[in-house]
Nanobody
Framework: QVQLVESGGGLVQPGGSLRVSCAAS????????MGWYRQAPGKQRELVAD???????NYADSVKGRFTISRDNAKNTVYLQMSSLKPEDMAVYYC??????????????WGQGTQVTVSS
């Protein structure tokens, strides 16, 4: 089994910055891609950014130029650096990972989510 644990969420003022992290552990052979999604109350979960094993990032238009995704393959960890935060960025942020396990299976795993609140 594979576990994803997010950390780093919290309260930040509009215009501020925050970094969230997600560490994967368990029977991991290789993490093909990792990503961050978010879900605000009453809205569907949406992709924020994802990143390939080689480090190529992909961003939602709403966060381009403000958020940066990165990963440390040795630590099986993905980061999301968020800057110039807006009230509309407020949501529960979830990470996911496309994992090939030691048993040769491939699955998407999700973290439990971390709350990001943008408010003055």
């Amino acid at each position: 089994q594979v576990q994803l644990v997010e950390s780093g969420g919290g309260l930040v003022q509009p215009g501020g910055s925050l970094r969230v992290s997600c560490a994967a552990s368990g029977s991991i052979f290789k993490i093909i891609s990792m990503g961050w999604y978010r879900q605000a109350p009453g809205k569907q979960r949406e992709l924020v950014a994802d990143i390939t094993y080689g480090g190529t990032g992909n961003y939602a238009d709403s966060v381009k130029g403000r958020f940066t995704i990165s990963r440390d393959n040795a630590k099986n960890t993905v980061y999301l650096q968020m800057s110039s935060l807006k009230p509309e960025d407020m949501a529960v942020y979830y990470c996911n990972a496309d994992v090939t396990t030691h048993w040769g299976t491939r699955r998407i795993f999700w973290g439990q989510g971390t709350q990001v609140t943008v408010s003055s």
